[in-house]
């Protein structure tokens, strides 16, 4: 891998040769984390056999400017970057494993997600099951949909959905994202199946093909979807998400306010 600027983020970021993350002019965080295609037995289509002790991915947690710094922790928000490494494990290429959001108060919904993309093309899966929580093992999924994110573009996770992020390209993959803290995460029923309902594997010619996980039941055909902006929603794609959240945090109230806004945020998907 080569050295790459960051610079649609809007923030003095950089990835190394290596695939670190490196943050400049007192860019600070509160945590990382580090999988090995190892942590993830049993996510990929197939056993990882003797590829577990390659890197998958990194994460860097709740990034912040120190005057910055008390904006996101009123409004309970985190600036997080995910890094996937390049590679395939058997024809499969790397992701994050993939969960679904706890439910509002209310119940009525879960949390959405704000996802950037800073380098790399992502395909992220969505799918939707209503009894993911009380039966993870047995969990009905009622749509699917896999969306194509070009970097600076954004998309907004819907709320209901669960959702797993592919790295697609032939590079690393480098993607922001704003959550809302206090949002459980859940990845029982992912796990239970073995992944999301989709699998994404690499045909003879080198394009992905979408192939149902047979341990779900009944599954629907798969969607595909691209996404536009939205500047009311604070998604401008000439704009970090960084930015526009830290100018206009108001923008952003579906993140712990779903309810007003479901319709709104499935609009934000242009399906094939």
């Not at 009905?140 to 996770?157: F, H, K, Y």
Request: with cysteine; glycine share 10%.
């Amino acid at each position: 891998m080569s050295e790459a600027n960051l610079s649609r983020s809007g923030l003095p970021l950089s990835l190394t040769a290596e695939g670190a993350l490196e943050l400049g002019d007192g860019l600070e965080l509160k945590g990382t984390g580090h999988k090995q295609v190892a942590d993830m037995q049993g996510l990929f289509r197939v056993d990882v056999g003797e590829q577990g002790a390659e890197w998958a991915y990194d994460t860097y947690r709740a990034i912040a400017r120190p005057c910055d710094r008390e904006l996101f922790e009123r409004e309970l928000i985190s600036y997080d970057i995910t890094v996937i490494a390049p590679g395939a494990v058997a024809g499969e290429p790397k992701k994050t494993s993939g969960h679904y959001h706890g439910w509002n108060e209310a119940r009525t919904n879960t949390y959405g997600e704000v996802y950037e993309v800073l380098l790399g093309t992502a395909l992220f899966m969505l799918q939707r099951s209503d009894d993911f929580e009380e039966n993870p093992e047995g969990a009905r999924v009622r749509d699917c949909v896999a969306v194509t994110v070009e970097p600076g573009q954004t998309l907004v996770v819907p709320p209901n959905y669960g959702h797993c992020s592919i790295n697609a390209g032939e590079g690393p993959l480098v993607f922001s994202n704003l959550a809302y803290v206090p949002c459980p995460v859940l990845y029982d029923s992912v796990k239970a199946h073995h992944g999301m309902a989709y699998y994404a594997l690499r045909d003879e010619r080198g394009q992905l093909e979408l192939v149902a996980n047979d341990r779900y039941r009944d599954l629907p055909a798969i969607r595909r979807a691209t996404v536009h902006e939205c500047p009311e929603l604070g998604i401008e794609f000439s704009r970090g998400a960084y930015e526009s959240f830290v100018s206009h945090s108001d923008r952003f109230d579906y993140l712990p306010h779903p309810d007003e806004y479901v319709d709104k945020i499935m609009g934000l998907l242009d399906f094939e």
